[in-house]
Nanobody, 114 residues
Framework: QLQASGGGLVQDGGSLRLSCAIS????????MGWFRQAPGKQRELVAG???????NYSVSVKGRFTISRDNAKNTMYLQMNSLKPEDTAVYYC??????????WGQGTLVTVFS
């Protein structure tokens, strides 16, 4: 019900845009966000946004990544600029409804090489 895409191989300093298509069967989304999990590490929040428009970023990506949503296309994005090797991870999109039901996308791999 969440379909993430857009990952790939990119050079240090490059950019990628991730997309998360949201199924029409998911209603009343309260919060959405992007998480990532690097090998051997726990999954961490990268960027999140509430239905009210509040946005937050992890310290490690603030100023480089931008989360956005296109309601007409029912899609959430993560624009990633100035990528670093330490950004290498599987990126997951997430949505939580007002009834606290959570959904995860299948993950998309981002690999940044120097």
């Amino acid at each position: 019900q969440l379909q993430a895409s857009g990952g790939g191989l990119v050079q240090d300093g490059g950019s990628l845009r991730l997309s998360c298509a949201i199924s029409g069967s998911i209603f009343s989304i309260d919060t959405m966000g992007w998480f990532r999990q690097a090998p051997g590490k726990q999954r961490e929040l990268v960027a999140g946004m509430t239905s009210g428009g509040r946005i937050n970023y992890s310290v490690s990506v603030k100023g480089r990544f931008t989360i956005s949503r296109d309601n007409a296309k029912n899609t959430m994005y993560l624009q990633m600029n100035s990528l670093k090797p330490e950004d290498t991870a599987v990126y997951y999109c997430n949505a939580v409804t007002i009834n606290s039901r959570g959904y995860w996308g299948q993950g998309t791999l981002v690999t940044v090489f120097s």
